[in-house]
């Protein structure tokens, strides 16, 4: 976009970014600065900003109490797992509705969107007697699958959208020279679909990271995720800023620091195609 | 250009996916409805018997269910709004020349990845709480009386949080709309002489259109179901009862399955319905 | 070679046995509070004794108790030991849903355990749940704010007192509140002190024939009498506050008076968390007269779920967690002070625990609570700041609802207390009364 733009118009713009963007910052900024304050610093009247005698100690705290290495590998083990299996189920079926697209196509696709609006809360117990039935309940692979299963309509519809904007000819000029369904899919469009895929990827790794109903709820000890680490900080006795801020640092430091380093993937993904 | 082979392999590929997903719905469909006219109270020993429709009577009838449908409709509504309205005047904003932009969409976004009950825990507690909270400094510091957010202002603070959350990825896939706007079209209207507010409503707004309307989509599917933020802040005081976490009192407080599983399908119903709606929309915005 | 091979056997199965004897590993869910976590810093002790090891699920309150409830009605056995309170023990036991502890170990001493405690946790004289700490209410004080209102606190002073005391130590301008009580909606928060007090005001739940009793005057004048107070004489933002935000209201210096949870006494007389440690006093909760004290019994427990793998070992985490050396082993590392209160006569005999200022209190005020006959007039159910059945806790969270959203003005006393009528009428219809 070739705009010209004053110096002074630059300034203004750039003023009012950084102000919107570290206001809409700050509560995060905001926990990390009182995760390193005593508690008592923590609920300090008039509130200390950044002068004071920075320490480690609630970090020490909840690292005794809980093991923190547990917990984030849990995290690590279900979102990506969850995601890869539910990428391995969409992909097919995303190209299939993409490139040989049926009168149905649509409905299938807002069905799947559907899905996801049975309330969660509802369906607690018929879901907690079948982990029972099959043995599922506090592992890992049953919060996996039931992760998948949440999120694979957000990713058939995220690919879908993505293979949409491959141009047909290509694929035509494949079959012209002979090119067979297998070899189409992997040496054709996998190349060319690999952007949306890795976009696809992170949206739904930070979703699975972020669900918290099931997977408190469908864990003991063994496969007990973040989201449970955090509920057992929520409101302990007595002064709990520090800690609770150390705790929710750790529980979305990873996370944090993922989204920054993929940040332009991501903006890719979350357009769902929506612009040409 | 499909041809036959082409179409079955297709239904192949599509199979694994319907599947699951027919299963994922079918299975605690099924045993919810089943449970629904049930009279099943696990402390009082379980399965009592048949209670033909006196679940779903009791729980439509109940004084809490339709403030809890329009308490949904607020929270849902509200944060569609704020996210939308917000999210493009930021996405404009944020499309203009500027240092370090990079870095301040990074700042923007960040709160996509916390944790639905950490920010509702830390907004709570180190912002919304009327005597430690950052808010009540502030007001205090200008001479006000503290706002006792979560009781008074109940439904305005879960707006507020919720938010938050979502105006990144509001504002995200409108700045991506608004990036691929057609520069010359704009420049041409300006010389034209539209004033900045006609090229808004006539260039960009519609231009957006689409993006907007995936945002109300996707949105709206995720936020019939928040639970995790007021479970943590008001535990659906003070006019906080959605419909989502009416169903949980009776789940798990009451402990009475069948009448929590009547509102399940109730709530189904009403996520259809507003399905429907969306659907409608999304289904005209999304062939082109 | 006939001979040695069934020995090797038997030796080998035997030495299967030991092992799988040593090597269990225990789920135990439990609640976030400081002892709580205390027990959990010293699970190496029990590991040292007995070899099993033991994997925590430390949840808040509300989140673990629906999480425990899912998993006992479903029989899940997704934990082999869970805490409990006295609410759920006896519900659970009748159902048979606990392991009995009938045969725990004569070291154990079970007779020692405080018998109003044993009855609460017992169904039919059949304990099934070992009670971690007990816990009365009663009334924490700013001695030094008492006595500049020119005030002397009784050892058992009425509503009437205490309102009074309230109003005379607000300081709204320097941030001390008289009184700090519960406001935060839920059956074991606002409830818990509600119905608590209006036992003291002579109101009760439901009649001999379970007719919910929100319509008396009784119950008018308890609310009203608590929504007045509050809005004179306590912090802002009342209706939000639980248990938790008043102990750090308290530890921060700014109640005044704090009528709530025994076990708060070792924290707020705490000097390494509390601003106010050393100017704490301690009182029975008031009454009006009527011959009922509106303070409250609880129990943490530990039970067994039945048709756990592991009940052996689960029993003897429950008989270590709740003995007389667990408490001796927490006095030891963190003084007498802070071990678990409430459930053993001994420790209200040791020469040590004495020395505690707030342990008499405690102990009297543990004394003077009655489950049995909590009420003025007669009621149908056991329980003083609770009613034993299954349907409370559903209800007095939804009755607690309406009643926080009285005191943050949202509605009238009245309106709550017809609202509170009408649900609890239909809730109870619902289950059958």
């Known amino acids: ?276 | 250009m499909a041809t036959q082979h082409s179409r079955s392999a297709a239904r192949l590929m599509m199979a694994p996916a319907v599947v699951l997903l027919l299963g994922w719905m079918l299975v605690p469909l099924v045993m919810t409805l089943w449970f629904s006219f049930r009279n099943y109270l696990p402390l009082r020993g379980g399965d009592l018997g048949w209670a033909g429709f006196d679940n779903y009577v009791r729980f439509i009838n109940s004084s809490s269910f339709w403030p809890s449908v329009s308490t949904t409709l607020i929270i849902v509504g509200g944060v569609l709004a704020i996210t939308i309205v917000f999210g493009v005047l930021l996405a404009l904003l944020l499309d203009q020349p500027m240092w370090g932009q990079g870095i301040v969409r990074i700042l923007v976004i960040a709160p996509f990845f916390v944790m639905p009950t950490v920010s509702a825990l830390v907004w709570k507690n180190m912002f919304m709480d009327p005597v430690n909270g950052l808010f009540a400094h502030l007001w205090k510091f200008f001479g006000a009386a503290p706002v006792e957010w979560l009781s008074q202002a109940s439904l305005t603070s879960i707006i507020i949080i919720v938010s938050w959350q979502w105006l990144p990825f509001a504002t995200l896939i409108l700045l991506t709309a608004v990036q691929s706007l057609d520069g010359e079209q704009l420049e041409a209207s300006e010389m034209d002489g539209a004033k900045p507010l006609q090229r808004f409503g006539f260039i960009i707004l519609p231009h957006l259109s689409r993006a907007i309307t995936i945002v109300v989509l996707i949105q709206t599917i995720f936020l019939l179901s928040i639970f995790a933020e007021i479970f943590v802040t008001t535990g659906g005081s003070f006019g906080t009862r959605t419909l989502t976490y009416l169903i949980f009192q009776r789940v798990l407080e009451s402990q009475n399955i069948g009448l929590g599983s009547a509102g399940g399908i109730y709530a189904v119903i009403l996520a259809n319905i507003i399905a429907i709606f969306l659907m409608r929309i999304v289904g005209k915005n999304l062939d082109a | 070679m006939t001979l040695r091979t069934p020995l090797t056997m038997v030796s080998a199965l035997a030495m299967l046995a030991a092992t799988a004897a040593t090597a269990d590993t225990l789920t135990i869910a439990t609640v976030n509070n400081g002892d709580m976590v205390r027990m959990q810093g010293l699970t190496a002790d029990f590991t040292a004794k007995t070899g099993h090891e033991v994997e925590w699920v430390t949840l808040e309150e509300n989140v673990l108790r629906q999480r425990v409830t899912t998993d006992i009605t479903t029989k899940g056995g997704a934990f082999d030991i869970m805490t409990i309170g006295m609410y759920e023990t006896p519900i659970w036991g009748k159902n048979g849903w606990l392991v009995p502890l009938d045969d725990l170990s004569a070291e154990y001493d079970v007779d020692d355990i405080l018998p109003a405690m044993r009855g609460g946790l017992s169904v039919d004289g059949t304990l099934y749940a070992a009670p971690f700490y007990g816990e009365s209410s009663m009334i924490m004080y700013r001695t030094d704010l008492m006595e500049a209102a020119g005030l002397e606190m009784p050892d058992a002073p009425t509503w009437e007192f205490v309102a009074d005391a309230a109003r005379k130590m607000t300081d709204k301008d320097g941030e001390v509140y008289g009184i700090c009580l519960r406001g935060k909606a839920g059956w074991g928060e606002n409830m818990a002190f509600l119905t608590a007090t209006s036992n003291a005001f002579g109101a009760r739940w439901f009649d001999e024939d379970w007719k919910p009793q929100f319509d008396t005057e009784e119950w008018a004048t308890t609310l009203n009498f608590y929504i007045d107070l509050m809005n004179e004489a306590g912090p802002p933002g009342a209706s939000t506050n639980g248990f938790n935000e008043n102990l750090s209201l308290f530890q921060q210096g700014k109640c005044g008076m704090w009528i709530d949870a025994t076990v708060a006494a070792s924290f707020v007389t705490n000097p390494d968390d509390s601003t106010v440690a050393d100017k704490v006093g301690f009182a029975l909760a008031p009454d009006t007269g009527l011959g009922k004290r509106g303070n409250w019994l609880w129990a943490w427990a530990l039970g067994i779920p039945a048709g756990t793998d592991n009940e052996a070992a689960a029993k003897q985490f429950v008989e270590w967690a709740t003995s007389k050396e667990y408490i001796e082993l927490v006095a030891e590392n963190e003084g007498w002070a802070n071990v678990p209160p409430g459930a053993r006569t001994s420790l209200y005999e040791n020469e040590n625990y004495k020395e505690v200022p707030f342990a008499q209190m405690t102990l009297d005020s543990i004394l003077s609570a009655d489950p049995t006959a909590p009420t003025v007039k007669p009621v149908p159910y056991v329980g003083v700041q609770f009613a034993a059945i299954p349907e409370f806790a559903g209800i007095a969270t939804e009755v607690g609802q309406e009643f926080s959203a009285a005191l943050a003005g949202q509605q009238t006393a009245e309106e709550a207390l017809a609202k509170a009528q009408a649900l609890t009428a239909d809730a109870m219809e619902a289950a059958g009364y």
């Open chain 1, 1 to 276: 976009m070739a705009r010209n733009v004053t110096t002074q118009r630059k300034i203004i713009n750039t003023t009012a970014a950084w102000v919107i963007g570290l206001l809409i910052f700050f509560p995060i900024l905001w926990t990390i600065l009182t995760s390193f304050k005593t508690e008592a610093t923590a609920i300090a009247d008039p509130p200390v900003f950044l002068f004071f005698d920075w320490t480690l100690e609630n970090y020490q705290v909840v690292n005794e109490r809980s093991n923190y290495g547990r917990f984030l590998w849990n995290s690590i083990f279900i979102a990506g797992g969850s995601t890869i299996l539910g990428l391995i189920v969409a992909i097919p079926a995303a190209w299939s509705m993409a490139f040989v697209p049926s009168r149905r196509t649509k409905d299938i696709l807002l069905w799947m969107l559907s899905t996801k609006m049975l309330p969660a809360v509802g369906v607690l117990y018929p879901i907690y007697l079948i982990f029972i039935k099959f043995g599922l309940l506090d592992s890992v692979l049953g919060l996996t699958i039931v992760l998948m299963l949440i999120n694979l309509p957000i990713i058939v519809w995220m690919l879908y959208t993505y293979f949409r904007e491959i141009p047909g000819e290509i694929l035509e000029a494949a079959r012209m020279d002979g090119a067979s369904l297998k070899s189409e899919l992997l040496y054709v469009l996998t190349p060319m679909a690999v952007p949306g895929i890795a976009s696809t990827l992170l949206l739904n790794f930070i979703l699975a990271w972020n669900e918290a109903f099931w997977t408190l709820n469908l864990t003991a000890a063994k496969a007990a995720p973040l989201t449970a680490f955090i509920a057992s900080y929520s409101s302990p006795e007595g002064l709990f800023y520090a800690k609770l801020s150390a705790a929710s640092t750790m529980a979305i430091a990873p996370i944090l620091i993922l989204g920054w380093f993929s940040q332009k993937q991501l903006v890719r993904g979350l357009t769902f195609g929506a612009v040409k």
